[in-house]
């Protein structure tokens, strides 16, 4: 998922009329929100430049990956290749999520910041608990959690989580950490998270943190999120995203959710004509990946990117 990068050829120009449109496929864009996902590595833009940058064009949000580390020898397939290789040497690279929303939130006001995606299960509940709540706490509620069950399942067991319970371990993490943001003597009793009645502050600005998962548009994946998130965030393999969006929405509906799920989908090149049946779908956020290019080069593709939005609609 973190992969995402611009297509090339919209990285090369971003420019040119967005072709002829009609009334109703503005109006639905008008709903859509735009944010960007940064492949943060130890090159490049640093987080904090490209948040406010980000912020200064009028997008929405500011995504960031995780990977705490990548073993050599792996038995697990990457979702886009289909084997062990990378499509990106910054899977080796990623910097830490939350030390890089943190920068971005000190020279930012507005912007949200989430993960696309964070790894919760790879770290201790009650620290990451924390963590997030630290920072929305900082920066005036503006955090999210997007949240992976984690394709590397190398990875995964070098935290010592077993692989085929990684969605049993992530529902009791977010059960446990929730506690701790809302109770003020919270107490869990999990198979892999147990603590007895404690204190813990700060508590989060937002009552409720969202909470978004990353991963494949299955039945089974939507029933978890329906049980246990507040939306979705599609991967850049996803294909078919509106007839995916109606098995979420009845998978939704029939777990007794009386409000929408976000949906948060990743995209390489704004269209209009896609742009407006997402929305028609129920799409509420759209992310464009930085490129892997010098900061001055990044910059921009920011300034081409928020032009051709804007050619759109009022980012």
């Known amino acids: 998922m973190a992969g995402l990068i611009p297509d090339s050829s919209f990285f090369a120009?971003?420019?040119?009329?967005?072709?002829a449109r009609q009334?109703?496929?503005?109006?639905?864009?008008?709903?859509?929100?735009?944010?960007?996902?940064?492949?943060?590595?130890?090159?490049?833009?640093?987080?904090?430049?490209?948040?406010?940058?980000?912020?200064?064009?009028g997008f929405a949000s500011f995504f960031v990956p995780e990977h705490t580390h990548i073993p050599i020898?792996?038995?697990?397939?990457?979702?886009?290749?289909?084997?062990?290789?990378?499509?990106?040497?910054?899977?080796?690279?990623?910097?830490?999520?939350?030390?890089?929303?943190?920068?971005?939130?000190?020279?930012?006001e507005r912007i949200e910041l989430s993960t696309a995606v964070a790894?919760?299960?790879?770290?201790?509940?009650?620290t990451l608990a924390k963590t997030v709540a630290t920072l929305d706490h900082l920066s005036d509620g503006r955090v999210t959690l997007g949240a992976g069950f984690g394709w590397n399942t190398d990875?995964?067991?070098?935290?010592?989580?077993?692989?085929?319970?990684?969605?049993?371990?992530?529902?009791?993490?977010?059960?446990?950490?929730r506690a701790l943001w809302t109770e003020e003597e919270a107490a869990y009793q999990g198979d892999?998270?147990?603590?007895?009645?404690?204190?813990?502050?700060p508590k989060p600005v937002q009552r409720h943190v969202p909470v978004l998962?990353?991963?494949?548009?299955?039945?089974?994946?939507?029933?978890?999120?329906?049980?246990?998130?507040?939306?979705?965030?599609?991967?850049?393999?996803?294909?078919?995203?509106?007839?995916?969006?109606?098995?979420?929405?009845k998978i939704w509906a029939d777990a007794g959710r009386a409000d929408r799920p976000r949906v948060v989908a990743l995209d390489f090149k704004?269209?209009?004509a896609k742009l407006a049946q997402w929305a028609g779908a129920g799409v509420t956020d759209v992310l464009y990946g930085l490129p892997d290019r010098t900061e001055t080069e990044v910059l921009h593709y920011l300034d081409r990117l928020s032009a051709k939005l804007a050619d759109l609609t009022e980012l």
Do not use: Q
């Not at 120009?13 to 072709?19: A, M, Q, Y």
């Open 213 to 249: 998962i990353g991963a494949a548009g299955t039945e089974r994946t939507f029933e978890w999120i329906a049980r246990n998130a507040d939306g979705w965030i599609t991967t850049p393999t996803e294909t078919d995203i509106t007839a995916r969006l109606a098995l979420l929405h």
């Open 13 to 19: 120009s971003c420019t040119g009329d967005v072709g």
């Open 119 to 126: 790894l919760p299960v790879e770290h201790d509940p009650i």
């Open 270 to 272: 704004p269209d209009p």
């Open 155 to 177: 990875e995964l067991t070098d935290h010592g989580v077993p692989p085929n319970k990684r969605r049993t371990v992530l529902r009791e993490y977010l059960e446990a950490m």
């Open 192 to 201: 892999y998270v147990s603590f007895g009645p404690s204190w813990a502050w």
């Open 73 to 108: 020898k792996r038995e697990a397939a990457h979702p886009s290749t289909g084997d062990a290789s990378l499509p990106d040497d910054r899977y080796t690279r990623t910097l830490d999520p939350w030390v890089s929303l943190a920068m971005a939130a000190a020279v930012t």
């Open 23 to 57: 009334s109703n496929t503005t109006k639905e864009l008008t709903l859509m929100k735009f944010g960007i996902v940064l492949f943060t590595s130890d090159r490049g833009i640093r987080p904090a430049v490209a948040a406010r940058a980000a912020e200064d064009r």
